[in-house]
């Protein structure tokens, strides 16, 4: 069981491309019961979402 929350996207510095940058940016917020999931799981899971709403695109690609 998770619960993931989307918190809403505001513009920040961030460095980009190796120059400071303004950036609209986003949190996620995740919240596992660790008595069904594992932690490593858990992260795994995470950072493929992470790399799904950075790089939309990428969703369509089989593999």
Do not use: W
Request: glycine share 8%; net charge negative; hydrophobic share 50%.
């Amino acid at each position: 069981m998770a619960i993931i929350g989307v918190n809403r996207a505001i513009e920040r510095p961030v460095v980009f491309e190796g120059a400071i940058a303004i950036r609209r940016t986003m949190n996620l917020s995740s919240s596992f019961d660790h008595r069904f999931v594992d932690g490593y799981d858990a992260a795994a899971m995470i950072q493929a979402l992470k790399e799904c709403l950075e790089h939309p695109a990428t969703i369509f690609i089989g593999g």
